[in-house]
């Protein structure tokens, strides 16, 4: 039998931009690239709690009422939760340098431009920002 392993991760929307987080280049997965903020779902949690958690501890920030989105994943053995936030509480904040060397406000359009962890996942990520919009 073949391990999972499940990853939740939050699209942070506000004025028309996702919040990135830069993975640190010492990172064992997916080093020097762009990604969602968000991590592995714990033994008995929910992917809705573990994008909570995460996002406490990577941002400290509380997200509200996360609303599951598609994000497209082409990685073997990867179950990808994605989901979109437009309420918290706090501000975003690196609290995780370990983790990310650097977190920054895009608009679509530079979506694109940058070295994201998953790639695949660009027309997902520029809709989520669209399905926030409206």
Do not use: K
């Amino acid at each position: 039998m073949t391990s999972r392993t499940a990853i939740a991760a939050a699209a942070l929307v506000r004025d028309g931009r996702m919040l990135l987080v830069h993975r640190h280049p010492r990172r064992e997965a997916h080093p020097d690239r762009w990604a969602l903020p968000g991590g592995h779902v714990e033994p008995g949690e929910r992917p809705d709690e573990a994008v909570v958690r995460e996002c406490l501890e990577e941002l400290g920030v509380r997200i509200r009422d996360p609303r599951p989105i598609p994000m497209t994943v082409d990685q073997p053995g990867l179950d990808m939760y994605a989901f979109l936030a437009t309420a918290w509480d706090g501000e975003p904040a690196n609290t995780e340098p370990g983790e990310h060397d650097d977190l920054r406000w895009f608009r679509p359009a530079e979506l694109a431009g940058l070295r994201l962890a998953h790639p695949e996942s660009l027309a997902d990520l520029v809709a989520a920002v669209a399905m926030a919009e409206g």
